[in-house]
């Protein structure tokens, strides 16, 4: 069973599925996640905190799911692992708004885009002092993914020299471009075609298995 927390998370997102984030109301958000108005205050203390709560949840979901997507093809080797992100990148930011405009900057008037706290003031919650930091630009996004993507080559490697491991870390990076270039204009024969293309090649069984 989902914390009260987990529960008016939900509760936000699916609302925002169907309104945009200035027609949601607090009093909706806590009946339809069965707590109390008085619970969702103590719990984010503005809507605006709601809203970065959100925000910072879909950016750890997504890199759960990154993390979660490269031990998947651990056995597939190096350029199956770094597919299987991009596509996790593309399919997410396809059904998941929050995530799309995380990943691209672009939020749009139905989406929240809520910014650090600027005051001294810390929320008692831990979990909301880390949503009222803020959540990542796209650009660190994407140097988290390409920084797991090459964390997680590097461990099943036994040895690589420098240039060899600079060239893997190119290429994580290369995907990493690549999926979000198709998140904003989508491939018509999906992604993974086109970072196995770009990340094979010479130097691959060397640098990235």
Known sequence: ???????????ALTALYHLP???????DVASVA???????????????GLARALVRREADAYLHGVDRSLLLERGAGGVEQLVAVAEWTVGEARARPLLRALLTGCWGE???????????AL??????RRADAGH??????????RDRSFAALEHAARSRTKEE??????????????ALSCVVAPAPDGVGQLVRTAVSGPGWRAAGR
């Open 1 to 11: 069973m989902p914390s009260a927390r987990e529960a008016l998370l939900n509760a």
């Open 21 to 27: 984030w200035s027609g949601i109301r607090m009093v």
């Open 34 to 48: 069965g707590v109390s108005r008085q619970t969702l205050y103590n719990e984010f203390g503005s809507k605006e």
């Open 110 to 120: 139905r989406l929240p885009a809520p910014r650090a706290v600027r005051t001294a």
């Open 123 to 128: 929320s008692g919650v831990p979990a909301q």
């Open 136 to 145: 990542p630009a796209p650009s660190e996004l994407a140097t988290a993914v």
């Open 165 to 178: 491991a600079a060239e893997v870390a190119h290429r994580c990076e290369l995907a990493v471009r690549l």
